[in-house]
């Protein structure tokens, strides 16, 4: 039985969805055509069995992502109130943990070709902290790549690529 369920497809993907372990729910997923269906649900597998040290890992990265943004956007009160007050009414002042998850609120897998002999891919879901570039999460094997604003990069970029300011 197949973990992907492909619903379309248009120019740029294959598109579907899977039954998230981590965010209880089905989350639509996203395949590049010339990815291999094997590789698709190789991928899926492996997010599906994140052990607990990377996923605790992630959500501390995220919490760190969030409250650098909630600083930057304090600062610009003034432009943007709408944005600072979403953060303050709908967050609390100290995430901690795997709290960090419930704000994420329309995750989606990206699969782009392999360029080694391990998964690789893209978490990138909407949240409060940045309306704008929202929030997305790169793995690749066991690693934890990039956590940050989406900027476009799949799971194959050169390392130093994926360096954050926070």
Not at 20 to 32: C, K, M, N
Not at 50 to 64: N, P
Not at 98 to 119: N, S
């Amino acid at each position: 039985m197949s973990l992907i369920c492909i619903q379309d497809q248009d120019e740029y993907f294959r598109n579907g969805t899977f039954a998230s372990v981590l965010f209880q729910r089905a989350i639509p997923v996203h395949i590049d055509p010339e990815v291999d269906m094997a590789y698709a649900e190789q991928c899926v597998e492996h997010f599906n069995h994140l052990s607990d040290q990377m996923i605790d890992k992630f959500c501390e990265m995220a919490i760190a992502y969030c409250e650098f943004m909630r600083k930057e956007w304090k600062e610009f009160e003034d432009v943007y109130p709408d944005i600072v007050e979403d953060i303050q009414r709908e967050i609390p002042e100290k995430l901690h943990g795997r709290e960090v998850l419930a704000f994420l609120t329309t995750p989606e897998m990206y699969i782009e070709p392999p360029e080694e002999a391990v998964c690789g891919y893209s978490i990138s879901s909407a949240c409060v902290w940045e309306p704008e570039h929202a929030l997305d999460w790169i793995i690749r094997g066991d690693k934890i790549l990039y956590v940050g604003s989406c900027e476009g990069m799949g799971a194959w970029q050169e390392e130093e690529d994926y360096e954050t300011i926070f």
